[in-house]
């Protein structure tokens, strides 16, 4: 691992916009955080460190670095962790095949991505690249569950400085599309394992001709695990996409496919694929055999599908038919219009719990091929938690836009410890090979599930441990009391994971003597009960599933406070650790863009201040370190004097930027030490550091700004030169010599 051998707290290395701004603001904090004699280290666990870390016997010794994720995922694991984990890249295959190829071109002997895997060598290559898609990071870490809300300085100001929304009409043809049969939701079965059933259990597929297929032996689950199995019938699937595109078409809206093909990095691009191939069912019909030769994978999205086509020796005319298919088909919602890319085009480019939040931010519009805002079909092909989504579009036709200058807000204590529920069920999801039976066999004997399968059709097996149920409930019980709000278990009695999980949460409430304190509602009625209580300005605690902890504290946070990236998230380790989370606005891959061509960063570090200062106060509390705690306060000082004096970044080159708002968090920081009297030694050191900060203002900026506007070089985008980001990110000689 880098840095420190024991570091006090981690800051982990990332990707993309998160990390470009670690350059700037990774040296204030640990020069602040030397005061009070606490070290800060980094980890790598960015998506092109994950890469080079998997292939060691490939690369020189200079190349090769350590396996920081398993480092870290250890760490977690005990009461010393104290993590500051910013966003990172949860890769999709296209993503996961440019940083190889870009690690290739700067001299990595890495190999290439084997999408048609031939021989044994190929398919362990595949093994180790696999591990590293979607997100590979998140489950490894999250040794705990989540609590994630707004900050208060966040809140006031989102109150005092409130966000445009769109305009919500009540004839509005936007509207939310999902299977009626043969889905995940209604064909999940769920079981709790006895002590006897305990242990590792194995799932086979048992052909027409009674020939077994062990498609997983050994995942080793405890006693109280709660198993869920389910499937999602293809040919339901197809049937359901090609009504849609029918439907879409007459009612005139956008076509669109919202899903989490990054998180969900087995199902979801299937199923993205599927949408691609039904899209252009006409062409894949005729050449489908040509188009698999090729490589053009739907799966990888209509980008990777066009890019094959126009390599193949007939690629004009099968690349005509494309356009006389799209020409017929409904307008469909753009990532970019300007460039044309749809929302098929890259199965990682529409994420849900980011898209559907933004087009009910603005009225459930979405941007059409011509650049005006249009109603939206959305195609959410799973029911599991489609109906968030579509009672928050029924409720904004009916009550008009949230105003975000009264509105209250909607916390979340989130189950997410341990790889819970869906976002832990990748090596145990499998695109059915043969029809069937598919049966999980416990550790006894016992037969746990059984369903019925036909080719293609999409299996998958997940499971929720009986500690991590207790402490998501049992922190659910702190925070409530903490709050003394309105507090929901989002849980669905017909839904066979959520009996299950109530049948542990209520006896631990009525032990607790907290069964008044909440309410029990499915996710359609909680969705509009949250939105009815903080309409009327009042606070709601969402306790949810993994999924929904994930959905919710993206889409109450856009509504209320214009972006999910400024929420504080923190991870209560279940050994007795911190993890503080910089908020779930993702990694920002047009804000490195922008930069590149500009020079100008609007990622905005506010998650990264409120983490901070969360990750100082658990030092205080777990080390007695008294400086700690002074930081800490100066660190909730200093983020309201960014807020209150509005030093965030703009959007546009010509306004201050991430390295603009970093100085004056410096700033804030250095005069909030100074004042103090807890702790005269720091009020001493850092009082000089404020005067020279305030004297020097407009030196520190014009030299922050001189070469704003221009293109600069990072080196590379997922594996970028340190030095060259160094340098842009750090261009002020005074800062840099007053901060030392």
Known sequence: MADTDTPQIIYTKVDEAPELASASLL????????????????????????????????????????????????????????????????????????????LQAQGFDLPDYPVDPATEAERQIRTRYDALKGSAVNPVLREGNSDRRAAKAVKNYAMAHPHSMGTWSADSKTRVASMSTGDFRRNETSVTLSAAQAGPVRILLTGADGAETVLKSGP????????????????????????????????????????????????????????????????????????????????????????????????????????????ERPPLYMVNSDKGITNLHVPSDVIIDASLPALLRAGGKSWGPDGAEVDTTCIIPDTSYADVYDESVRYFKETGALDPRTAGTVQNVGLMAQKAEEYGSHPTTFEIPHAGT???????????????????????????????????????????????????????????HDRELLAYVRPILADAGATDSFTVLAPRDA????????RAGRDSIAVTGNVLRDYLTDLFPILELGTSAKM?????????????????????????QQLVQENHLRWDSLGEFCALGESLNFLAEATGND?????????????????????????????????????????????????????????????????????????????????????????????????KVATIMRPSKTLNSILG
């Open 438 to 496: 598919v049966t999980v066999i416990a550790a006894n004997g016992d037969e746990l599930h059984r369903h019925t399968v036909e080719a293609g059709d999409i299996w998958r097996l997940c499971s929720t441990r009986r500690a991590a149920i207790e402490d998501w409930v049992r922190l659910a019980i702190d925070r409530q009391r903490l709050e003394g709000c309105q507090a929901v278990f989002w849980l669905d009695e017909t839904r066979a």
């Open 627 to 723: 400086k700690a705690r002074t930081l800490a306060a100066a660190v909730e000082a200093a983020t309201q004097g960014v807020l209150d004096h509005e030093r965030s970044p703009g959007r546009k080159a010509g306004q201050p930027d991430n390295r603009d708002s970093h100085y004056y968090f410096a700033l804030y920081w250095a005069q909030a030490l100074a004042a103090q009297d807890s702790d005269a030694a720091l009020a001493q050191e850092f009082a000089p550091i404020a005067q020279q900060l305030t004297d020097l203002e407009d030196q520190i900026l014009t030299e922050l700004r001189a070469d704003r506007g221009q293109a600069v070089d990072l080196g590379g985008y997922y594996h970028t030169d340190p030095l």
């Open 568 to 592: 504080l998230s923190i991870v209560k380790l279940m050994q007795g650790g911190g993890m503080f989370e910089t908020g779930a606005g993702g990694s920002a891959p047009k804000h490195v």
């Open 220 to 327: 080793d689950l405890p006693e109280g695990t709660v198993v869920d199995a389910s499937f999602l019938s293809v040919a339901e699937l197809t049937r359901f996409i090609a009504d849609e595109i029918e439907k879409t078409q007459a009612d005139g809206t956008l076509f669109s496919v919202h899903l989490k093909a990054t998180m969900m990095k087995v199902s979801d691009p299937i199923i993205f694929g599927h949408v691609v191939r039904t899209w252009l069912a006409p062409v894949f019909e005729r050449h489908g055999a040509a188009l698999a030769a090729a490589g053009a994978d739907p799966n990888g999205g209509l980008g990777t599908v066009l890019a094959r086509v126009a390599e193949m020796p007939d690629g004009a005319a099968i690349r005509a038919e494309i356009d006389a298919v799209m020409a």
């Open 27 to 102: 040296p204030i904090i640990r020069r602040f955080a030397s005061a009070a004699g606490i070290s800060v280290a980094t980890r790598d666990i960015s998506l092109a460190g994950r890469i080079i870390a998997a292939f060691p016997e490939r690369l020189t010794e200079a190349q090769q670095q350590d396996d920081d994720l398993a480092g870290l995922g250890a760490w977690v694991k005990t009461p010393e962790a104290n993590v500051i984990k910013l966003p990172n890249v949860s890769a999709s295959v296209p993503q996961l095949v440019g940083a190889i190829t870009e």
């Open 527 to 534: 969705t509009r009960l949250s939105f009815e209580t903080i």
